[in-house]
T-cell receptor, first 111, second 114 residues
Framework: EPEVTQTPSHQVTQMGQEVILRCVPI?????FYWYRQILGQKVEFLVS????????KSEIFDDQFSVERPDGSNFTLKIRSTKLEDSAMYFC?????????FGQGTRLTVV | AQSVTQLDSQVPVFEEAPVELRCNYS??????LFWYVQYPNQGLQLLLK??????LVESINGFEAEFNKSQTSFHLRKPSVHISDTAEYFC????????????FGQGTELSVKP
């Protein structure tokens, strides 16, 4: 069964550093997403991406965040200058029809 | 705008007992409805979905959910739970739009005790 894969599974970074979270969506899907789950809280939408551009973003997705699909397979989330409050689980998802398929997530810890 | 409310943050239950996890949503337009499950230290897995047709939908592991349009609810039920059902359960909605985002509820932690 096709699946969404995310790397790394865990990332520890110092405050102010840049991080890149990577995702390989399901190959024939067209819509890609990043969601965030702060420990003990609900899953929150960050951004959706279609046809090589952002189609929607939330208030959380400010200028420190960016996404790109550099090579037609990988889908990345970059956080330019991490803050303590960026510590969370980040999930990538892709959609081919209606159902969203999620990756296993990257646990980001900012120290 | 859409919103999802899961009325119970934690539901403790004994093994083999029935369980209901409640979900209500608010939307001015038609939506698809989903339940996702998150086992400890794992990602989100789709448990079941309502897109159209029969209002009662079932999963392969014995869960079912019923879409009630008048009450704007999509409660999840299982007649007899197992220890292995211990997990966080998230209700979510998506607007009738192929690229639309999921809006999640706060989650319900189901804890099944022997």
């Amino acid at each position: 069964e096709p699946e969404v894969t995310q790397t790394p599974s865990h990332q520890v970074t110092q405050m102010g550093q840049e991080v890149i979270l990577r995702c390989v969506p399901i190959s024939n899907h067209l819509y890609f997403y990043w969601y965030r789950q702060i420990l003990g809280q609900k899953v929150e939408f960050l951004v959706s991406f279609y046809n090589n551009e952002i189609s929607e973003k939330s208030e959380i997705f400010d200028d420190q965040f960016s996404v790109e699909r550099p090579d037609g397979s990988n889908f990345t989330l970059k956080i330019r200058s991490t803050k303590l409050e960026d510590s969370a689980m980040y999930f990538c998802a892709s959609v081919g029809g209606v159902e969203a398929f999620f990756g296993q997530g990257t646990r980001l810890t900012v120290v | 705008a859409q919103s999802v409310t899961q009325l119970d943050s934690q539901v403790p239950v004994f093994e083999e007992a029935p369980v209901e996890l409640r979900c209500n949503y608010s939307s001015s337009v038609s939506v698809y409805l989903f339940w996702y499950v998150q086992y400890p230290n794992q990602g989100l897995q789709l448990l079941l979905k309502y897109l159209s047709g029969s209002t009662l939908v079932e999963s392969i592991n014995g869960f079912e959910a019923e879409f009630n349009k008048s009450q704007t609810s999509f409660h999840l039920r299982k007649p007899s739970v197992h220890i292995s059902d211990t997990a966080e359960y998230f209700c979510a909605v998506k607007v009738y739009n192929q690229g639309g985002k999921l809006i999640f509820g706060q989650g319900t932690e189901l804890s099944v005790k022997p």
